[in-house]
Structures are given as C-alpha cells and as structure tokens.
C-alpha cells in the first residue's frame, strides 16, 4: 500500500538540513516511524510534534513494556489495522 502522504527520506539532499539531521538520528536510534517522516514534509509542523510528544515518548516514567501494552490495547480497542 502506498503512503497518502509521502514518507521523507532523511537522506533527501533537498531536505532541511536540521530535519534531515534529526530524521537520520531518530533512525539511528531505531525511532524511523513513518508518522514523522510524513510530518517532516512541514518541519514547523514536526518541531512542533515533536515538542509536545517528547515528553510522553521519551521521557515518560511508565515502563516500556507497560506502554507498549497501552498502544496494543488502544490499537485493538479502535481497531487499527496499522
């Protein structure tokens, strides 16, 4: 299935380059999920995400594995395919 929106591709020689150099350490890290290469097509729309989701992601005091269960739970609740 192709994406709706296109995914950015963190090595696009066009690509802003502070977005470029925040998508290619999110891969890095193993974080390359395709709803921030779609938000990084408007990088004051992906700053702005990435502010207000940092905290709850990657700074949140619930264990991985119990969060994990949450977005499965949540998921399978709403069923979500993706």
């Known amino acids: ?5 296109p995914l950015v591709d963190p090595n696009d020689e066009d690509l802003d380059p502070s977005t470029a150099s925040m998508l290619r ?3 890095e890290s193993g974080l390359d999920f395709n709803v921030i290469r779609a938000l990084a097509n408007h990088p ?3 700053d702005g995400f990435m502010a207000f989701s940092a905290p709850a992601y990657w700074g949140s005091s619930v264990d991985p594995a119990l969060r994990e269960l949450a977005y499965l739970t949540a998921s399978a609740e709403n069923r979500c395919h993706y």
């Open 25 to 27: 350490g999110l891969h």
């Open 1 to 5: 299935m192709t994406p709706r929106i």
């Open 44 to 46: 004051a729309v992906l």
